[in-house]
């Protein structure tokens, strides 16, 4: 696999459903980077109901966030990382960002495994919008999961 999504114009990796086909995607040892548009050039994305494994991925200098799962997305992720994504001060370039956004049932799960995020302009975990995060062994030099009132993110175990 190993690829590369840099430099495009808004998002690197991104992932739709199209006339009602939900796409399943892999992403092993990929890079997303410097994806330039503010709070939405993500390294890698899903939306819909997209399902998707990220394995040993880094998404790094992107515009919005590294990754961000939207909709009724659910992906597994483990070992990754996401570091130094978004221009200081805007609050949506995250590192990891799960967000039921506006959609109808909105189910989106995004699961951590190892992974690891630090000095994004926004927070390095997200769980916003009716999204839901589960996490195990993840770090972030802050230390902190950020959750709205109507999402949330909690470890799991197995």
């Known amino acids: 696999m190993a690829c590369r999504a840099s430099r495009n114009f808004n998002d690197g990796f991104n992932y ?19 994806n330039f548009a503010i709070g939405t050039g993500n390294g890698s994305t899903s939306h819909e109901a997209v399902k998707g494994i990220r394995i040993n991925c880094h998404y790094y200098g992107n515009y919005g966030p590294g990754v961000a799962d939207v909709n009724d997305a659910q992906t597994f992720n483990v070992g ?6 978004g221009p200081t001060g805007n609050a949506n370039a995250g590192g ?37 995060m589960l996490y195990r062994d993840i770090w972030s030099g802050r230390d902190v999961v950020s959750v709205d009132g109507t999402s949330s993110a909690v470890p799991f175990t197995s």
Do not use: Y
């Open 16 to 34: 739709h459903a199209l006339s009602g086909i939900d796409p399943h995607f892999v992403e092993i040892d990929c890079i997303g980077s410097e």
């Open 80 to 85: 990754c990382t996401s570091r130094f994504n």
């Open 96 to 132: 990891f960002q799960v967000s039921g956004q506006d959609k109808p049932g909105a189910g989106a799960r995004m699961w951590l495994d190892g992974c690891v995020a630090d000095a994004n302009a926004g927070g390095d975990f997200m769980s916003t919008l009716t999204g839901r």
